[in-house]
């Protein structure tokens, strides 16, 4: 008599059942840089989404600035927080089109783990001082296959990792023209669509409750088209998405009406020029780099301490003999949060009372 099928296998029968022909499907999935033996219970993308939650990464994401460094009210998002709604918002729209859920899910929860500390002047900073090719999806994809697990990595999906390094693309389009900036499959499309539709609502919401904007100072065409509350907002964006969506020479392709993606791109500028680029925000900024580029002199000249640091956030094992040490410290810094940076920048630079 034959075996019976797993419980993972029994997934994969129901997703073949219930998705839509253009979603990406488990058992399709096309594999791992290293083979392993699949599991029992866990599909292969499930198995992604818990060796992400399970990341070191992951967990330093809490203490990672989303726009406002170290903000004092408990509301305000963090790189953390940030992550959770896009992972909720690309499930919610890939459980309307019948695409893989959990695929979209460990995209979402991964697609920021290469983000550095204070935001995107820590990106800045690296990409002077170590290299201009530095971002922090490439860096996010460095972390997977290199940073975590002592130097193994993850080991994740071929798909999960190419929706972590197509997630962004700086101050592109929301939804790209060039075909080499998509993922390839919906499912990394629509995270990258959902990470926008996050941050837009999100960082308007914390711009406001900071006072570094009035709520009277959006355009009304975005709140008129989209909304003046954040689910209002979200809602629209969702579902405009979903019902927009077309089939184009037998492939579904992620579109928006002309009327929300136009406020939605209307509003992303609005929140560079007033939120981002503002001195509130700027000047913070400016300190952060300081920070960050000292550090990165510091530990290219003092080897010691830098293995010291090295043991502390369990990255001692990943380097061997004849590594640039320009990586490592650039991988360093990278992983660190805004309180580990800020406290290790405090020990080295203040000085210390002698009586």
């Not at 699949?38 to 599909?43: A, E, F, K, N, V």
Request: glycine share 6%; proline share 3%.
């Amino acid at each position: 008599m034959p075996n019976a099928p797993s419980i993972r296998e029994n997934f994969e029968r129901r997703e073949k059942n219930f998705m839509s022909p253009y979603g990406c499907k488990s058992a399709d999935s096309r594999g791992r840089v290293v083979a392993e033996r699949p599991s029992l219970i866990r599909t292969a993308f499930q198995v992604d989404r818990d060796r992400i939650v399970y990341s070191n990464a992951f967990r330093r994401l809490k203490h990672k600035t989303q726009v406002f460094l170290q903000p004092l009210g408990d509301d305000y998002r963090t790189r953390l927080t940030h992550t959770l709604e896009v992972a909720q918002i690309a499930r919610t729209i890939a459980r309307a089109m019948f695409l893989n859920e959990d695929l979209a899910e460990a995209i979402a929860l991964g697609h920021d783990l290469g983000h550095t500390p204070f935001g995107h002047s820590g990106e800045a900073v690296l990409k002077e001082i170590f290299s201009k090719g530095f971002s922090h999806h490439s860096q996010g994809l460095r972390v997977v296959d290199v940073l975590e697990n002592n130097g193994k990595g993850l080991n994740l999906t071929l798909e999960v990792r190419d929706g972590i390094l197509k997630h962004s693309k700086g101050y592109g389009k929301i939804i790209p023209d060039d075909p080499a900036e998509l993922a390839r499959t919906l499912e990394g499309r629509i995270v990258r669509i959902a990470d926008i539709m996050a941050y837009l609502n999100h960082d308007l919401d914390d711009a406001i409750r900071s006072g570094v904007i009035a709520a009277q100072q959006v355009p009304d065409s975005c709140t008129r088209i989209l909304g003046d509350k954040h689910w209002e907002r979200a809602t629209t964006m969702i579902k405009d998405l979903v019902f927009s969506s077309k089939l184009n020479d037998g492939e579904l392709v992620l579109k928006m009406s002309d009327d929300v993606y136009g406020a939605m791109t209307e509003l992303r500028k609005f929140l560079y020029n007033n939120v981002y680029r503002s001195p509130t925000v700027h000047n913070e900024f400016v300190k952060a780099k300081k920070i960050l580029s000292e550090l990165y002199g510091y530990f290219l000249e003092n080897g010691s301490m830098l293995e010291t640091e090295l043991v502390k956030m369990e990255m001692n094992g990943i380097y061997k003999s004849g590594d640039a040490k320009e990586r490592i410290v650039c991988d360093f810094i990278a992983s660190m949060t805004d309180r580990y940076a800020m406290s290790l920048y405090e020990k080295i630079f203040f000085p210390k009372p002698t009586i």
